[in-house]
């Protein structure tokens, strides 16, 4: 019976703070680019304190209600295995969880918003040594 809560907790404390450092790097890139924007519109967007605080508590809420399901879906074999037992959430688990959520989707981001945030920078420097020879 202990295996049984364990198993189930285990996976889901796990996949849901997973989910979330990953979705915070990824909010983290997305501050410095607009940041590091041009165009004050841009700049107002990046959050304050107060706000950051909000947008975090409020992605863990989503990233730990996502994650409702593994509670239900992993259970203990007949093997004594902490393991997903339905075909179709394992589908579900395997494309959403591991392909979608944790490699495709954050490394786009990541790879989107670092490029942009390293032009603006680099533009930033160029117009600075512009000003700087003038």
């Avoid at 989707?105 to 003038?134: A, E, H, N, S």
């Amino acid at each position: 019976n202990n295996d049984f809560i364990l198993c189930k907790f285990r996976y889901y404390i796990l996949h849901t703070f997973d989910l979330t450092s990953l979705t915070c790097i990824c909010m983290a890139t997305f501050d410095r680019y607009l940041i590091s924007s041009r165009k004050v519109r841009l700049r107002h967007m990046s959050t304050v304190r107060k706000r950051t605080k909000q947008v975090i508590l409020f992605v863990i809420i989503l990233n730990s209600i996502h994650s409702i399901p593994i509670g239900f879906y992993f259970d203990v074999s007949h093997k004594n295995l902490c393991m997903i037992e339905s075909k179709t959430f394992l589908y579900y688990y395997l494309w959403t969880f591991q392909i979608l959520l944790h490699s495709i989707i954050p490394i786009l981001f990541l790879t989107i918003f670092g490029t942009l945030t390293y032009r603006q920078l680099k533009k930033k420097i160029v117009f600075c040594m512009i000003k700087l020879y003038r």
